[in-house]
Nanobody, 116 residues
Framework: QVKLVESGGGLVQPGESLRLSCAAS???????MGWYPQAPGKQREWVGT?????????FYEDPVKGRCTISRDDAKHEVHLYMNNLKPEDTAVYYC?????????WGQGTQDTVPS
């Protein structure tokens, strides 16, 4: 069972940017990886998926298109989410996981707070 550890969250002002990281305890090669924010009082959602192998296309949810970039480093077992022009509605705990019907155990997530 691969363990996931997210990091990089914090308190950022509207309009600023943030880079979140996800470190896996094992190989992520061959797995499409996604980022999933969970806003206060809401269910975990999906914002984007980076396929494997990565051949240049990343899939994003419409509200974050143009503001998010997902990257991966299979050699380091890492996935990253870069977000710019942050908005208060981006406030959430952000999780990463493989994009399959049977996800790995969820990590603790990393909190991103954008005050209004």
């Amino acid at each position: 069972q691969v363990k996931l550890v997210e990091s990089g969250g914090g308190l950022v002002q509207p309009g600023e940017s943030l880079r979140l990281s996800c470190a896996a305890s094992g190989s992520i090669r061959g797995y499409a990886m996604g980022w999933y924010p969970q806003a206060p009082g809401k269910q975990r959602e999906w914002v984007g998926t980076i396929p494997s192998p990565y051949v240049g296309t990343v899939f994003y949810e419409d509200p974050v298109k143009g503001r998010c970039t997902i990257s991966r480093d299979d050699a380091k077992h890492e996935v990253h989410l870069y977000m710019n022009n942050l908005k208060p509605e981006d406030t959430a705990v952000y999780y990463c996981n493989k994009v399959t019907a049977r996800a790995w155990a969820w990590g603790q997530g990393t909190q991103d707070t954008v005050p209004s």
